[in-house]
């Protein structure tokens, strides 16, 4: 999953950056409005931190001009305790949650995981397929109850093909929601982590749709209507 942080303290916005990186973000950050405004236009994000008192363009114009565009990505906008203005108006403006300063960074990850969460449809904070599970707050995918030791990639992948469960994916979307800006990205390693997933899962759970990308289908087995 692909996170944008937009935060002028950089002290606090370093401190995001690492803490959603530590746990498996792909993390892009900017220091100033207009930064973040172009970066939320131009990349596609699974979820946005924004600070509604930057430089160059407040947060709250930022996230009205990103709705105008069309942009729906979750938005979580971090606020001054005592301006609960600011909350009313964020929210009104198309932000899916707020958090008040100064906070807790566990606060933050619960939040942040909960929007996307909610972006892909899910209530709970595992994910299963079949015989698969995958917790999200401990980064842990077991199969029929058994630990699966993954690299960070390869949970990645298997993160975002289960948030999206019965949706064909293609390698650059993958591509483009796994990894930040300055990663050397390259689509045709996609398949080699997918590769190794199976292998490590032992159970036949990511479909290859013969040029389209990858599918894990839903109970039931109803699909997004790709051939596979």
Request: charged share 30%; net charge negative.
């Amino acid at each position: 999953m692909r996170i944008l942080v937009v935060e002028d303290d950089e002290n606090l916005n370093r401190q995001m950056v690492s803490a959603l990186t530590e746990q498996g973000y792909a993390v892009d950050a900017a220091l100033d409005g207009e930064d973040g405004h172009f970066l939320g236009e131009t990349e596609p994000y699974d979820a946005v931190i924004l600070d509604l008192g930057l430089p160059q363009m407040d947060g709250l114009s930022v996230l009205e001009a990103w709705r105008r565009e069309g942009r729906t990505m979750p938005v979580l906008i971090l606020t001054a305790r005592d301006r609960w203005s600011d909350k009313v108006q964020g929210i009104d403006a198309g932000a899916d949650d707020y958090v008040a300063k100064p906070f807790h960074m566990e606060e933050v990850l619960a939040r942040v995981r909960a929007l996307v969460r909610r972006a892909a449809g899910h209530a709970s904070n595992d994910l299963t397929a079949g015989s698969v599970r995958l917790d999200l707050r401990a980064s842990r995918v077991t199969v029929d109850g058994n630990p699966v030791k993954l690299t960070s990639h390869e949970y990645k992948v298997l993160e975002y093909l289960m948030h999206h469960r019965g949706k064909t994916i293609s390698r650059t979307e993958l591509t483009e929601h796994l990894y930040d800006q300055d990663f050397d990205r390259d689509s045709n390693t996609i398949e080699v982590f997918v590769g190794r997933l199976r292998k490590k899962l032992g159970i036949d759970l990511i479909e290859t749709v013969r040029g389209l990308g990858y599918r894990i289908d839903p109970p039931g087995g109803e699909t997004d209507g790709a051939d596979a």
